[in-house]
């Protein structure tokens, strides 16, 4: 008999995502499920990384990160937020912002501690929280407008709250979080004594008038706050798996104690790269954001004409649509397998990401990070599909 493994881990099923893009290429559906541009970003910067991997170095680099990219990481939170940490105690660089939730559940988190998240939530939070021992306190905010009520959210907190987890922008529901709702949040964290980890992968994919704001940047939350940054959204790179935590010395020094132990480094052909990249000028910033607004804008009137609502978006790769506004009846997942499966097109069913009880919605998740004419194709396949229904 084998014994078994982690009870906590093995009671998760299949990450979504990849239970839908493996349907979608077995079905050779268009993507739009898991999230991910279909262009790869820019060109000098994937240079940069060739030229490294072929020049070197090599080897180990600093189990803090390459003294490049700590740098840039300082700078780009300098220009973008006037947040300032050092270089060499306040910034970590870690294998994507996956490595980097992980580290910081691992290094701040004590059996019995509660942990407050917000719902819909980004699939590896639950599982990292329960791993290192952590209590779950839902905050559930609901379609289409995504509201942070301030009643459930005091709830939520106790004696026992050690963190607040804030994806802010936030996948897989586009809200941007405003002023308000941030100094709400603040002020509760703070009246509580606890940490915010907040993963902020989608801080450069803003619309409109939305602005990001870190939470970090709100009055006594510099000490207490932890930013996370992927290289991979900010570069459309998704493979590469670069991610970057910064905060309060003492903050970083807790969490390096995860990152140690979990990867030690990061390959240094890429953190230079991504270096260099984060230095680009803000014409790059501009053009990613009016690029995924001009995509985001060009999806949703396609939907919009076949007869689709959308729910608020304000950032992130993300739109989430009703399928009840075309009079579909069946679940959200159930319709994700029949647009995959009959229509060639994939979507990811929005109630994947509430793990609270009762937590059905009639809302589906399309990634609209693809190229113009990809898109065009997606609202013709669904076009047809529902208008044979
Ligand atoms: N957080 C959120 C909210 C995400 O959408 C993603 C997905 N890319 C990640 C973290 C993981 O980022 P990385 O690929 O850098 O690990
Ligand atoms: N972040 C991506 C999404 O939300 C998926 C990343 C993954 O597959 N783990 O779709």
């Known amino acids: 008999m084998v014994k078994q493994a982690n009870d906590v881990l093995s009671g998760f099923g299949t990450t979504i995502f990849e239970v839908m893009s493996k349907l979608a290429i077995k079905h050779k559906a268009i993507n739009l499920g898991q999230g991910f541009p279909d262009e790869d970003g820019p060109d000098d910067v994937r240079r940069m990384a060739a030229k490294g ?3 070197g170095p090599n080897q180990y680099p600093p189990m803090m990160g390459t003294t490049e990219l700590r740098q840039a990481v ?8 006037g947040i ?36 819909p ?9 329960l791993r290192a021992g952590g209590v779950p306190k839902f905050v559930r905010l609901d379609p289409p407008h995504w509201e942070l009520d301030p009643d459930r959210l005091r709830r939520a907190f106790s004696d026992k ?18 002023l308000e709702e941030l100094e709400m949040l603040a002020d509760i964290i703070i009246e509580h004594d606890a940490y915010a980890v ?19 940047t709100l009055p006594g939350m510099g000490d207490r706050t932890v930013r996370i940054g992927s290289a991979g959204k900010t570069f459309s790179l998704t493979g590469w798996k670069v991610g970057y935590i910064t905060g309060a010395d003492e903050l970083i020094a807790k969490i390096a104690k995860a990152h140690q132990f979990v990867t030690f480094t990061t390959p240094p052909a890429l953190q230079n790269a991504v270096a260099f990249g984060l230095n680009k000028d803000d014409l790059f910033y501009e053009d990613l954001r009016i690029s995924m607004q001009s995509k985001r804008d060009f999806f949703k009137n396609g939907l919009r004409a076949i007869g689709f609502e959308a729910a608020d978006c304000d950032g992130t790769y993300f739109l989430n649509v009703d399928i009840s506004s075309i009079g579909f009846e069946g679940t959200d997942e159930e319709f994700c397998r029949l647009i995959t499966t009959e229509a060639g097109v994939a979507a990811v069913p929005v109630s994947a990401f509430y793990a609270s009880e009762g937590a059905k919605t009639n809302f589906v998740r399309f ?21 044979a229904k």
Request: proline share 5%.
């Open 161 to 178: 709250t050690k963190l607040v987890l804030l994806n802010n922008p936030m996948n897989p529901t586009g809200k941007v979080f405003s």
């Open 198 to 216: 907040c993963d902020e992968v989608y801080e450069h994919i803003v619309f409109g008038l939305s602005r990001h704001i870190p939470l970090a």
């Open 84 to 119: 300032a940490v050092e270089p060499s105690t306040g910034v970590l660089i870690t294998s994507g912002a996956t490595e980097a939730l992980a580290d910081c559940m691992m290094a701040l988190i004590n059996p019995g501690d509660e942990v407050v998240l917000l719902e």
């Open 74 to 81: 300082t700078d780009a939170n300098k220009r973008f937020y």
């Open 121 to 129: 939530l980004y699939d590896c939070y639950l599982p990292l929280v």
């Open 367 to 387: 990634c609209f990070c693809k190229r113009e004419d990809v898109l065009q194709d997606a609202i013709h396949r669904l076009e047809k599909f529902f208008a």
């Open 53 to 55: 991997l072929i020049e």
